[in-house]
Each structure stands twice: as C-alpha cells, then as structure tokens.
C-alpha cells in the first residue's frame, strides 16, 4: 500500500474513533438530560403530592375547626334561647292558666247572677269564696324587653385577612430544596379573641325618636360609665345606644338595644332682658359683660325650675372664654355668689339676702344673708357647684316660729370640688319649686345651669 493509502486509513480509523467517543459523551449526555428530566419530574411530583396532601389535610382540619366552632357557638345560641324562652313559657302557661280561671269565674258569677231567688245566697257565696281563692288583684310579672336577651352574634371581619395573608406566605416551592430550606424561616402567629373585656371607653349615641331616617348623634365617648345628655326638648321621645370597647382595641362591640326616654321638666332657663348679662341662644348660659360695672344686679331664673329632690349644678365654662374673660375670672368681689332663692326679687343687689342660699366665689356659704361658719374651696374657671335639696319637716305656724325665721325647714347640701356642706334652711313658706340666680361685679363670669 501507498504511503498516502497508510494516512487516509488511518485518518479513518481516528475519525471512527473520534466519533465513537463523541457519540459515547453524547449517549452520557442523553443518560444525564434523561436523568435530570426524570429528576425534575419526579420531584415536581413529589412536591404536588405533598401539597396536595398537606393543603388536603389543613383544609380538612380547618373544616373541621370552623365547623366545631360554629357548633359550639350554635350550642351557645341554644342554649341562651332555651334559658331564656322557659321562663317566658312558664310565665305564659300561669297567665293562660289564670285567663281560663277568669273565664270559669265569669262563668260562675254570671250563672249566679241569673239563678232563683232560693240558690241566689248559696251561689253567690260560693262565687264569691272562690274569687277570693283566686286572688284577682294579683298579677304575673311580664318582664321589659331590655331585661331578656336579644342574641346577636358577634364576628371578626378582620379573621379572613389575617388567613388570606398567613396563607399567601404559607409553604413555598423552590427548584432548588434543600437551599430553599436552608432559607425558609417560618414566624409564629397568633388570633386572640376576647369577647369578656373590660370595657375601657364607652360611647353614647342619641336622636329623636319617630324622626324617619334621622342618624344617631355621638353625645359622649369616654371612660365614665354616666353622662348628662344636655339640650333636650321636653315631652320628646328620645333614643339612646351605647357601645364599649376594650383596653387597646379599636373596634366597638355591637350597639346595645336603643331605649326610648323623655323629660317632662322644662330645661333651666336664665331670664333674658337682665341689665348686665348676656344669654346664649338656649339661655341656659349666663355671661357677665361689661354694659353696667356700678351696680351688681342680680341674674334670676326664667321661672321656678328647680324642685327639691333634684340636682342642680352651675359650671363656669372655660372652652369659650377669651382671654380678657380669665383676667376678670381673677377679680373677684364679696357681694359675687350664686344659689337658690324663694322669689326673684327685684332690685336686690346680690343673693346674699334674707330667703335664699348661695355660695359666693371666695367658697363662703350664704343661709338667708348670714355667712355661715363652713367655708367651701374657691370658685376658678371649670369649676362645678351642685344644690341638692330635701324636705325635712313642716312646723305649724306661730310667732316663735317666726321669730326664728321660718316654717318651713330644707335640708341643703351644697358640694363645691371634692368638698360639701350640709345645713338646715328656714324659710316663712311652704315651697315646692324654687328660682335659682347669680350676681357678679366684675365681666367675664361664664356660668352654665343644668
């Protein structure tokens, strides 16, 4: 053979080997792609199965959770209803009960009316022993509304965004496993739901009732468990709702049932047209102004509105007072002093006078123009001064009596920050109704009566 023979044959046989060896590394290549599909396959089954099962069985135990839930919470609802309907049961069955004893005894009383002149005593007797049996001026108690419970059910909104949220960031899928869970940090969370909360503030919500699609009015939101509803119509129905909320929450719980009240009393008015005063819109506010510095006349009543009994209360309003008004607040004079008083007394100067008690701003207490010997904290801007009044006895009228001023005794207690004075009042009449007044020097004096 040719040298040039020689080199194509074995230019051939490396070629042959060379694309054995390629096609070797080819095949491992194909054997690796293969094993790495299979891998990847596998795997990814692997995982669906594992999420299926695992969301299977949380979805399972999830049901099953809210369904014990629900079932504890319907038991609750039943068992709520069952307590609280048997006794309206019991107390149907004894009124039904005694609505068929009134029938039997109508029945009776009738017949006896209509019987013979001979059975007439005897039947009569008879009637009239059972209806005496039968107690016929006693009746069941049939409770108010607002003392049976009215079931609601109480749901959390917020519960579904927390578990969409938690369930968003629930699990994960990685190409990469064992990294991933390296990585994975998973937080612990939690839902506290306390529906036996102490109630940190209280909110009060109030409109006219009959008044169509009106809404309800906030009249209050706070700690205190009272509040006076001020600038009511009397012989008004109105309705009231409250709600509570619990120590760092911010939801309110469920409004309570609205109940309906009124006020027969006519609102304490001021009387307009006093030289010296200036009245609000409602005149239950008072102002001092500076239209007559000479003269301190005294601001009364519109009428006698106050009954003993009740309480009432002077506030000296600092929300709407300029700053000129705190600079009189400071001035204050003797002859200042405000109470309650028999008549409305013209001309008189000052409360400080015979028929009445009053409570001057330095704290002295006035009893029918003698101060007393019991002195009461200093009146200041926000201050609040309550009367309280009861009978105590009625003496006959004579000239001991007379002499010693009066009839007719009160008890007073006047309460002035967190102090209070207890006296007896002499007055020469029997009243039912008194006025009330105050009188001041100097401008700037704010008071509110309610």
């Not at 990294?179 to 969370?189: A, F, K, S, Y």
């Not at 009959?210 to 209050?220: I, L, R, V």
Request: hydrophobic share 35%; with cysteine.
């Amino acid at each position: 053979m040719s040298v040039e023979v020689d080199l194509l044959l074995q230019e051939a046989k490396e070629s042959i080997e060379a694309a054995q060896n390629y096609r070797s590394e080819l095949q491992q290549r194909l054997h690796g792609l293969n094993q790495a599909r299979k891998q990847v396959r596998g795997s990814s089954g692997q995982a669906r199965e594992v999420l299926q099962r695992h969301f299977t069985e949380l979805q399972a135990a999830a049901t099953r959770l809210l369904t014990e839930r629900l079932s504890a919470l319907l038991a609750e609802v039943d068992t709520i209803e069952a307590d609280s309907v048997k006794p309206l049961d019991d107390c149907q069955s004894l009124i039904e009960h005694g609505v068929g004893q009134a029938d039997d005894l109508l029945r009776e009383g009738e017949a006896a009316l209509r019987c013979g002149l001979g059975e007439k005593e005897d039947k009569l007797g008879s009637f009239t022993k059972k209806a005496m049996h039968i107690q016929l001026d006693s009746l069941p108690e049939v409770p108010a509304l607002v003392d049976v419970p009215s079931v609601s059910a109480q749901l959390d909104d917020s519960l579904l965004g927390l578990l969409r949220d938690r369930v968003s960031r629930h699990g994960s899928v990685s190409s990469h496993p064992p990294v991933q869970i390296e990585e994975l940090q998973e937080r612990p969370g939690s839902i506290l739901v306390d529906e036996d909360f102490a109630a940190a503030d209280y909110r009060l919500q109030y409109r006219r009732s009959g008044s169509g699609g009106s809404q309800y009015e906030d009249a209050y939101i706070g700690r205190d468990s009272e509040f006076l509803v001020l600038h009511l119509d009397p012989h008004t129905d109105y309705l009231f709702r409250v709600c509570a909320r619990g120590e760092g929450r911010t939801e309110w719980s469920p409004w309570s049932i609205p109940q309906t009240g009124y006020t027969t009393l006519a609102p304490h008015e001021w009387c307009p047209g006093t030289e010296g005063y200036i009245l609000s819109s409602r005149r239950n506010i008072a102002m001092r102004n500076d239209s007559s510095q000479s003269r301190c006349p005294v601001l009364y009543s519109k009428a006698p509105t106050y009954f003993c009994g009740q309480t009432l209360t002077f506030k000296y309003d600092e929300e709407t007072l300029t700053d000129k008004s705190c600079e009189h607040l400071q001035q204050m004079d003797r002859r200042d002093s405000l109470g309650v008083c028999v008549d409305s007394q013209k001309g008189a100067e000052s409360l400080q006078r015979d028929q009445a008690v009053c409570i001057s701003t330095n704290g002295a207490v006035f009893v029918n123009g003698k101060e007393m010997t019991n002195q009461l904290p200093a009146i200041t801007v926000g201050s609040a001064v309550t009367f309280d009044m009861e009978v105590v006895n009625l003496f006959p009228i004579s000239n001991n009596n007379l002499s010693e001023g009066g009839n007719f005794k009160l008890r007073v207690t006047i309460g002035s920050g967190n102090r209070e004075v207890v006296f007896d009042w002499l007055v020469d009449q029997a009243v039912d109704c008194l006025y009330f007044g105050c009188s001041f020097v100097h401008s700037g004096w704010k008071v509110l009566v309610f």
